[in-house]
């Protein structure tokens, strides 16, 4: 998870996003947005945070590692008094590739669910989702550096945009609670 401000730089990098995009918080704290997450066009600068709608893609990119990860996001614009103007949640596309014992598959391989049917980042109501205040529980824990009202001020403003769900195959949704 991370948080950018209205000048498009990195305000806050949780543990996962480090795992994810392989760039430790001292690194990314203060680099423009655009450096590090596959968010290209979710929060364009001359736009109004309150006229906009969340937005959500995938993307394959490169980490600092040299490794290339498939990345699913979802990307809540914010409003208010504060700098805080995008929240962005993201997952790593290979978790969802299941394989015998427990071992994910590479792209294009047997057991690469994505090869079999699509999976693409949404959203829905939050009140469609009954995990919607576990959501709302573990979010702020996972903002670092940030105070309790305004962890709890960004949650309500993703959770009334919509709640992130992994949508199969066109027919199926599954809420995402980031860890």
């Known amino acids: 998870m991370a948080v950018v401000d209205r000048e498009g730089l990195v305000s806050h990098w949780s543990g996962g996003a480090r795992r994810l995009f392989g760039a ?92 079999v049917e699509r999976v693409a980042p949404g959203f829905t109501p939050r009140t469609d989702v009954p995990a919607a205040l576990e959501l709302a529980r573990r979010l702020p824990a996972l903002l670092p550096g940030m105070s309790i009202a305004d962890s709890a001020w960004i949650v309500a403003q993703a959770l009334e945009l919509g709640y992130p769900v992994l949508e199969f195959g066109g027919h199926d949704r599954v809420p995402v609670v980031p860890a």
Request: glycine share 10%; net charge negative.
């Open 24 to 115: 430790a918080e001292e690194a990314a704290l203060g680099r423009p947005a655009i450096d590090l997450l596959p968010v290209t066009g979710a929060l364009a600068p001359d736009e109004a945070p309150a006229s906009r709608h969340p937005a959500a893609g995938r993307a394959r990119l490169t980490v600092p590692t040299g490794d290339r990860v498939a990345v699913l996001w979802w990307a809540y614009p914010l409003a208010g008094p504060g700098p805080e103007r995008l929240l962005v949640l993201a997952v790593d596309a290979a978790a969802l590739r299941p394989r015998e014992h427990g071992e994910r598959a590479p792209a294009g391989e047997p057991g690469d669910v994505l090869a």
